[in-house]
């Protein structure tokens, strides 16, 4: 039996992701992940994936209902990739992609974030010569240029320090138990016939999940 390809494995795990691909493009690795790009009120767990030619977050679901997410950034286009690890989250290490037209952020596991890193650098090498990398580390994130001449990406580490209140991880706690005592509240009124009881709770997590939301569209602006 023939041995497939990476990007034959890959096509054949990733439901549909070969309508979504354009010509000449192959799939060279992916990860789960967390992708936020900005332009949702939320962060989307989803396959990232790297191609010859762009670098994706996608997932396909068909049930209950078919919901597709794609949102990409196209290798020649990517200026700057840093690697942060952000106090607080000892778990989860965070990627930083930026265009002169926006930034991507990628949260995943260490070693998962590093070896996307890594694949990320060797396809912009490979596939997008003008995007050729130079190495920085431990030093700020520089404005990504809005000139239109084709500029070389930067690849760097960085520690960020960020408050835990303000950090995605608190954020995320805080709509969760939001949501949580919106529910108990909910089922309290419901059960004991009392608003004195449960009015209280839905309250307080309705400003919960508000006050959490307000922050993570402040923290992606």
Not at 128 to 148: G, V
Not at 190 to 214: D, E, K, Q, Y
């Amino acid at each position: 039996m023939p041995t497939r390809t990476p990007a034959e494995k890959i096509l054949a795990r990733i439901k549909g992701l070969h309508k979504q691909l354009q010509t000449g493009e192959q799939p060279q690795m992916s990860i789960p992940a967390i992708w936020d790009g900005g332009q949702q009120a939320h962060s989307t767990a989803c396959d990232i994936i790297i191609t010859n030619q762009r670098l994706l977050g996608y997932y396909l679901v068909s049930w209950p209902r078919e919901r597709l997410f794609l949102d990409d950034l196209a290798l020649a286009d990517i200026t700057t990739v840093s690697l942060r690890q952000k106090k607080f989250e000892p778990v989860f290490r965070e990627l930083l992609v930026s265009t002169p037209q926006r930034n991507v952020y990628i949260r995943a596991p260490r070693a998962k974030i590093e070896t996307l890193y890594n694949a990320l650098h060797s396809a912009i090498e490979s596939h997008a010569p003008s995007a050729s990398p130079s190495f920085t580390s431990d030093e700020a994130a520089q404005p990504a240029p809005t000139t239109d001449e084709p500029s070389a990406a930067t690849f760097e580490h960085q520690e960020v320090s960020r408050p835990f209140e303000t950090s995605p991880l608190a954020i995320t706690l805080l709509l969760m138990g939001g949501l949580l005592v919106e529910i108990i509240g909910l089922l309290l009124w419901i059960n004991t016939r009392s608003s004195v009881i449960g009015l209280p709770l839905l309250i307080a997590g309705i400003v919960a999940v508000v006050v959490a939301t307000m922050l993570r569209r402040r923290l992606n602006n």
